[in-house]
């Protein structure tokens, strides 16, 4: 079974290469773009990954040192939109997936988040292809609230994306992401 657990500084490497390895074989699924990846230091991503636990923060899904599958999150930091957090980088490498890792991954991160002081919702986007996705989110309790059309242009195709909020004060009273 994997371990899911928060990333630190000491993960980068596995982290950058596991990025890499999402940015190249989902490139619908992101807004970033492997080439824009590749540019990243290790130190940035070491920096990135320990910077500020409370409030941002990578789960992981490992099977010793080897990554399985990840979930970004950050809390936004302004005085006006600090009750806002966001995910990012939701993946799970192809032949570990149907396992329920995903799902775990993503209650975990909910769990931590949850226990935030002050923040009140979690947004995401999710393109309209990546229909897993997209089943995974409203299974934890996540509601679509609006859709950008062409919100993304990868290789001369657009994606449109589907974007989400999960209120944490109904999460918080029902568990409902506990699922
Ligand atoms: C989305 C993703 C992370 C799911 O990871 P996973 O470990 O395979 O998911 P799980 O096994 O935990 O499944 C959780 C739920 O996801 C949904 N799901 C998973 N695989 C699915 C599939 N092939 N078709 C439809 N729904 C699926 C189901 O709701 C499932 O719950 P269920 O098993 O109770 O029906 C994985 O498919 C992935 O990395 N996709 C490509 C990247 C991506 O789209 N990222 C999201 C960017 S916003």
């Known amino acids: 079974m994997a371990e899911i657990r928060l990333l630190t500084g000491d993960d980068a490497n596995e982290f950058w290469d596991f990025r890499l390895e999402a940015l190249e074989r ?18 940035e991503v ?15 899904a490992l099977e010793g040192r080897k990554l399985l599958g990840t979930a970004g999150f950050y ?4 005085l006006k939109t600090a009750h806002k957090g966001h995910i990012w980088g939701v993946y799970v490498t192809f032949s570990a997936r149907g396992q329920g890792i995903g799902r775990d991954i993503l209650r975990a991160l909910l769990k931590r988040a949850a226990s935030i002081d002050g923040l009140e919702q979690i947004q995401l986007s999710v393109g309209t292809t990546q229909t897993a996705a997209a089943k995974l989110y409203r299974s934890l309790g996540f509601e679509p609230w609006g859709c950008e059309a062409k919100a993304l242009k ?26």
Not at 26 to 37: C, D, L
């Open 46 to 60: 070491r920096g990135q990954l320990g910077a500020d636990p409370a409030t941002s923060f990578v789960v992981g």
């Open 26 to 43: 989902e490139a619908e699924a992101f807004s970033s773009s492997a080439e824009e990846h590749r540019s990243l230091s290790l130190d």
């Open 75 to 78: 809390r936004e930091k302004g």
């Open 154 to 179: 990868v290789g001369g195709c657009y994606i449109d994306e589907e974007y989400m909020v999960l209120n944490l004060d109904r999460l918080r009273k029902t568990g409902k992401a506990a699922r």
